[in-house]
């Protein structure tokens, strides 16, 4: 155990120690800091001139902390990000959720049962896709698609010619939207597809995660749910043999799966 | 992790100043300042350690600086011997009316090695350990850059002073003023 009375101090020793200190350290000096700042004080030189490297650097830190970035600044950085994130899909998204999802998922949906968070619709096994799908939208920036195409008719082609996956089928609004690309992984053991869609007028992209029904549970209905997932808006519904859930950071509308 | 936004508001004015310091200039500095956010944006995700953020940000930044800066070919990399404790006399009250921008311009002044280093000391966002691993050199250097940078930036913010009193019209100080004084040989 680390013996907490302070040992001997040289000068040299306790310069080295005060001229790292911050403004911060010195406002509350943790032990060694303030046997340091003691040996200095001890002579009268070494305190002098420490105290007067002290006042100029102070000096210089008051000053630099006066430049101010220039006005938005802020706003252009935020822009840009958003911007980002809209041209630049996640494209790692997958790889991680495919070895992550397993551990992630089971620990985020024991979490939301024992918390009691109420279940959309589609039932416990929507909510915990949804919640693993935002998990990884959340930290994966920049999946790589395995096809990148502007419609969903050609996506479906490309599943349905590849190894089987199963199709993509969310709804006929979502014939409508352009699509920027898609993925497919394991889920639960089971082969599931996301696709990305671009809202109309592009003002947001749709994340559309789809498994096959028998991955969610019994108990999904068809009925379309709308609930927040962190701070993603989604949505989750059945369609044919397969469970479907959106992640959008823009509220979703039904009107595009109508 | 915080957000974009919180993230933006604590520590875009730090990265502002480093970059102003490093380059000089404001359009380069917002640059290198969206650009350090931007790549946060894009590999924050893979840093575990969210201790570690500000180190990275700041790492970052001097990358870039130095990236943009590659084809320059002129890259001092002194590694200093410990200065000597003697400082030169200053009158300490004369460091109080220094402003923002002369302490800035007199730091975009010196050379690379104490540029970088004295800027990060002064910003007070890093400790010394911390400098040593944004600016990716020994804390030994790190300690050896500010214990030197410090006499080297009295007296140039001294002659920029001097300079100033001298000639009241003088708004900005010439940079062969500022570079008068060459850095000393290791």
Known sequence: ?258 | MPDMEQLVDRYQAPLYRFALGLTGSVHHAADLTQQTFLLWATKGHQLRDATKMRSWLFTTLHREFLRMRRHDTRHPHTDLENAEPDLPTVEPEAWSRLDGQTVMQVLHSMEEPFRATLLLFYLEELRYNEIAEALEVPIGTIMSRISRGRILLRERLQDAMSARASDPQVLAFPKDQLRKRQAPNP
């Open chain 1, 1 to 258: 155990m680390k013996n907490d009375a302070p040992s001997p101090m040289n000068l040299a020793e306790a310069r080295m120690i005060a001229a790292a200190a911050t403004r911060a350290d010195l406002a509350a000096p943790g032990p060694e800091l303030a046997v340091a700042l003691d040996a200095l004080r001890s002579d009268p030189a070494e305190w002098t001139a420490w105290s007067r490297e002290h006042q100029f650097d102070q000096c210089i830190a008051s000053a630099l902390g006066e430049v101010c970035p220039p006005p938005g600044l802020r706003q252009q950085i935020l822009a840009a990000h958003g911007a980002q994130r809209r041209t630049h899909p996640r494209r790692r998204f997958l790889l991680a959720w495919a070895a992550g999802l397993t551990v992630t998922g089971g620990v985020g949906i024991a979490a939301r049962w024992l918390m009691g968070r109420p279940s959309p619709i589609v039932g416990d096994g929507g909510t915990s896709l949804a919640a693993a799908a935002a998990h990884f939208l959340d930290r994966e920036w920049d999946h790589a698609f395995e096809l990148t195409s502007g419609t969903l008719g050609e996506i479906r082609r490309f599943l349905e010619t590849s190894e089987a996956a199963g199709s993509m089928d969310p709804g006929k609004g979502f014939e409508q939207l352009a699509t920027i690309g898609c993925r497919r992984f394991f889920w639960r053991g089971e082969k599931a597809i996301l696709v990305c869609f671009r809202t109309r007028g592009d003002k947001a992209i749709v994340h559309v995660v789809s498994v096959p029904r028998t991955a969610v549970g019994a108990d999904a209905t068809e009925a379309r749910s709308l609930f927040r997932e962190g701070r993603w808006h989604a949505a989750s519904w059945i369609r044919g043999a397969r469970a479907y859930v959106a992640l959008s950071d823009q509220p979703l509308d039904v009107k595009d799966w109508g």
